[in-house]
């Protein structure tokens, strides 16, 4: 079964600045998806990056962006210009690639903080 | 486009009770997903509809959760009896192609 581990339960950072979270993932597939969820108060969670594990330039989204190293099965993701509205609950998520839809499998989440 | 709805927002039940969440997904959506979240984790799949059919409810508690989706549109998640490690947020979420799932607000569960 694919499994999918975020290290960090929380992080910090000052506002305008840099943060990275980090996620691995365990799979014996070839071909799926990965992607990173934000989840604030109001527990909508909403779609920041996604990667094809087929790709290997990296996904960039405004100020998000990741580093997927398929090898190493990571996928961290970099926030750039931190905003107060950055702040919440962010989750790794992956999905197999398959003919049909398939479900996603998602991590503990990072809680992150946005210091002003 | 609308968004997946789903209702109630918030419930208190105390525990042997029955409960049920509603959710409509996105128009033409033919993939609809239920996910348990228990505080401090992340999402957990209970189950999953092909419009109607059932792909993957290996992970749903079938002796006190029930789903269904009639005529491949709403679905409706039942829980009878009510446990206390039954408190959780109940997502929805559907898809079109899969690639991307649309997530509704939630309904947050408390047993008492």
């Known amino acids: 079964a694919q499994t999918v581990t975020q290290s960090q339960p929380e992080m910090s950072v000052q506002e305008a600045e840099t943060v990275t979270l980090s996620c691995t993932y365990d799979t014996s597939e070839s071909d799926y998806y990965l992607f990173w969820y934000k989840q604030p108060p109001s527990r909508q969670m909403i779609l920041v990056i996604r990667q094809e594990a087929y790709k290997q330039q990296n996904a960039t989204e405004n100020r998000f962006s990741v580093n997927f190293q398929k090898a190493a099965k990571s996928f961290s993701l970099k926030i750039s210009d931190s905003q107060l509205g950055d702040a919440a609950m962010y989750f790794c998520?992956?999905?197999?690639?398959?003919?049909?839809?398939?479900?996603?499998?998602f991590g503990k989440g990072t809680r992150l903080s946005v210091i002003a | 486009e609308a968004g997946v709805a789903q209702s109630p927002r918030y419930k208190i039940i105390e525990k042997r009770q029955s409960v049920a969440f509603w959710c409509n997904p996105i128009s033409g959506h033919a993939t609809l997903y239920w996910y348990q979240q228990i505080l401090g984790q992340g999402p957990k799949l209970l189950i999953q509809?092909?419009?109607?059919?059932?792909?993957?409810d290996s992970q749903l508690p079938k002796d006190r959760f029930s789903a269904e989706r009639l005529k491949g549109v709403d679905s409706t998640l039942k829980i009878q009896p009510a446990k206390l490690e039954d408190s959780a947020v109940y997502l929805c979420?559907?898809?079109?192609?899969?690639?991307?799932?649309?997530f509704g607000p939630g309904t947050r569960l408390t047993v008492t």
């Open positions: 979420a559907s898809s079109f192609t899969g690639y991307e799932q649309y």
């Open positions: 509809f092909q419009n109607n059919g059932v792909v993957d």
């Open positions: 998520a992956y999905r197999r690639q398959n003919s049909g839809n398939t479900p996603l499998v």
